[in-house]
Structures are given as C-alpha cells and as structure tokens.
C-alpha cells in the first residue's frame, strides 16, 4: 500500500524559507516520478513541481520557478521541496503525489502558511 508522509510546513513570514519533506513506503520509491502539488483554500489542487525516478530531471510551474527546488534521496525514500522567497500566494497544504486521477494518491499534507 502506498504511504506518503509529508511534513516541515510552518507559519512563514513573506521571504522565508521552509523545507518539506516526504517520507514513502509501500512501493519502489526509485522507480517512480514524484511530484509536489498544493492546494489553497477554495481552490482547486495545482501542481507544483515534479522529479524524475533518477533525480536529474525536474520541472517547476512558472509561479514557483526560481524559487522552489524539487530533491529527492532514492537511498532514503525521502522526497524534498525547498521554498525560498515564500510570498502570500504560496499559502496552502502542500501534497506529494505520485502521478494518478485527480492527484489521489498523495499523503496528508503540510500546511504553508505566509504571513506577515
């Protein structure tokens, strides 16, 4: 059974810094593209980021590019997403997910909240 566990968010100010992480179990972690997707209140889910099974690969929606940064440790089946510059916008429960309908399968969230 798939097991995605993400935690680190926090209350931020505008500008800071937060580190995420996912913790997975339940299948071959190495094999897999994963990605990083939020959702913000009243709003549908948007996808964020997403990294190849290997780690070389990475892909940024335009809103984070340049200020987020997608990593993973096969060794450790562990996936991160370093957020740096955090504007109010970022605000949201942020989700890793493997590709699925509708992001279904993703773990529980941690909440980013940025504010002043």
């Known amino acids: 059974e798939v097991h995605l566990v993400e935690s680190g968010g926090a209350l931020v100010q505008p500008g800071g810094s937060l580190r995420l992480s996912c913790a997975a179990s339940?299948?071959?972690?190495?094999?897999?593209?994963i990605h990083w997707v939020r959702q913000a209140p009243g709003k549908d889910i948007e996808w964020v980021s997403q990294i190849n099974s290997g780690g070389g690969t990475t892909h940024y929606a335009d809103s984070v590019k340049g200020r987020f940064t997608i990593s993973r440790d096969n060794a450790k089946n562990m996936l991160y997403l370093q957020l740096d510059n955090l504007k109010p916008e970022d605000t949201a429960m942020y989700y890793c997910?493997?590709?699925?309908?509708?992001?279904?399968?993703r773990g529980q969230g941690t909440q980013v909240t940025v504010s002043s």
């Open positions: 339940g299948f071959p972690f190495r094999k897999y593209d």
């Open positions: 997910a493997l590709p699925s309908p509708a992001w279904g399968q």
